[in-house]
């Protein structure tokens, strides 16, 4: 038993003096996939959040999340006591997402995904094939990062469903440039 206790404490330990930082973005949980969704004050992360939170998925942070290091591999999010289901919509105010959707909150999520999102750039070019995967270090554990432009029109609920859905099959193994090229074999 002295060793159970010992296990106990240590893990206590390790999570109580976890390195932590804050981030300005919100965090979701979307079909079990820990999403950060990042982008300049204003640039509609609180409202993608409250269309995704209508869709059925869990807000755990809305505007500051704050980033825990687990382990090396492992960040997970939460949101400042202060703030917890919590949100804020501009020209509303801030709304209680527990009172207003109910169940519809998680005190904290791993970060599987970072989604950054940027106003659109007919000069930039953005990925369209989805064979190359970017990273971006958080406390030096990697993360996969997508940039999603924004402009009026685009349904950003549900590309960030589908950013969730790939990423599932992706770390189950799918390979899309493999059935890709499957696929371009048999019409050769």
């Known amino acids: 038993s002295t060793s159970v206790l010992v296990h106990k404490v240590v893990d206590c330990l390790d999570d109580v003096l976890a390195p932590e930082m804050q981030v ?6 979307v079909y079990n ?20 939170l209508k869709r059925g998925h869990l807000l755990v942070a809305d505007d500051v999340t704050v980033v825990k290091k687990v382990n090396e591999k492992r960040l997970i ?8 289901h919590l949100i804020e919509i501009r020209g509303l105010g801030i709304l209680d997402v527990k009172k207003l959707y109910g169940m519809a909150v998680l005190d904290q999520k791993s970060i ?8 659109w750039d007919t000069e ?8 190359d995967v970017n990273y971006d270090t958080l406390m030096g554990v990697q993360i996969p990062r ?4 924004v402009r009026p029109g685009r349904n950003l609920a549900v590309v960030v469903e589908a950013t969730a859905m790939d990423f599932r099959m992706k770390k189950s193994g799918f390979k899309i440039e493999e059935e890709m090229e499957e ?5 050769d």
């Open 24 to 29: 300005h973005a919100n965090l979701l949980d």
């Open 146 to 149: 997508y940039v999603m432009p």
């Open 33 to 52: 996939v820990g999403v950060m969704i990042r982008g300049e004050s204003g640039m509609g992360k609180s409202e993608l959040a409250l269309e995704l």
């Open 183 to 187: 696929r371009l074999k048999q019409i």
């Open 77 to 84: 999010g939460y949101a400042p006591k202060a703030t917890r």
């Open 112 to 119: 599987d995904v970072i989604i950054d999102m940027e106003m």
């Open 124 to 131: 930039k070019g953005y990925e369209r094939l989805g064979f």
